[in-house]
């Protein structure tokens, strides 16, 4: 059986989405923080699990049988290496046979501030012995198709990525490669750098929004404190605003871009166009 972790998120949903395509609905395991909120995932016949990251000891329950693992990352900036610790453990005491998760694209070198953790748990992870893969996924293309609403109503898009490109794909894509990874064999040590065939500046996503929606949106790039500042003036609170800031940096200092295309080699097609995401939001 294999086990998704997270299995409500935008994430979790769609790897399972992808893994009923591949294989029984009761090999799948999805564990949930609310069984109330994942009636519809067991409705398809999938197995659903409670487990919560800030409750170690109820992992040993959720992943009893589970051969493969899917630790998808938690959310909760500055407690994942304790959160992702709980997992790793109850893997290595119930005999997982793989245990895969999704980091960040380039973790080992990578400038975001984000990687940190990131780089934490995949050293927690190797140091448990349980056999595994890396997944570190590039950006979401959503993740700057979410704006779009608000560059339109600002008349500009805002960030501090400078000239840097980024090779970000859409989260089905990432969805569909772990899904791939979790059902191949012999998966047990690699590490896939995972990113989107194409890649784009902050300016030319702002064209593109321009070319689409008839209106003149420039990019305006600006230093990471204004940047910042902008997002906390917007309504963000201080952790996602520095999450976003930093992370535009890092953009100007290449850490989101990446073109070895093992993503789309994973899934055996290109990855979704980023153009496609603009026109979504747009249409």
Wanted: proline content about 2%; aromatic content about 6%; hydrophobic content about 40%.
């Amino acid at each position: 059986m294999i086990a998704i972790t997270g299995a409500t998120g935008q994430l979790g949903r769609l790897v399972i989405s992808s893994l009923l395509k591949k294989i029984p609905a009761d090999d799948i395991i999805a564990i949930v923080r609310s069984v109330e909120k994942a009636k519809d995932i067991s409705a398809l016949g999938v197995k659903v699990r409670q487990a919560d990251y800030n409750q170690p000891a109820s992992w040993d329950a959720a992943l009893q049988g589970a051969e493969k693992v899917l630790l998808i990352s938690s959310s909760e900036i500055g407690q994942r290496v304790q959160q992702h610790r709980a997992v790793i453990d109850a893997a290595q005491r119930v005999g997982v046979k793989l245990l895969a998760y999704t980091s960040v694209l380039h973790a080992d070198t990578s400038v975001l501030g984000l990687a940190d953790e990131h780089r934490e748990t995949e050293a927690a992870i190797n140091a448990s012995g349980v056999p595994f893969t890396l997944l570190r996924n590039g950006w979401y293309t959503e993740n700057y198709a979410m704006g779009i609403g608000t560059a339109l109503s600002l008349g500009a898009v805002y960030g501090c990525g400078s000239d840097g490109r980024i090779s970000s794909a859409s989260r089905a894509d990432y969805a569909e490669a772990a899904a791939v990874v979790l059902t191949s064999d012999h998966q047990a040590g690699k590490v896939y750098e995972l990113a989107g065939d194409a890649s784009y500046t902050l300016s030319e996503f702002a064209t593109e929004i321009s070319q689409q929606s008839g209106k003149s949106i420039p990019y305006i790039n600006l230093a990471e404190a204004e940047y910042k500042k902008a997002l906390l003036g917007a309504g963000l609170p201080e952790s996602l605003a520095e999450l976003l800031a930093n992370s535009d940096t890092g953009v100007s200092k290449g850490a989101l871009f990446d073109n070895g295309q093992q993503l789309s080699g994973l899934i055996g097609r290109p990855t979704s166009p980023w153009q496609v995401a603009v026109r979504d939001v747009l249409n």
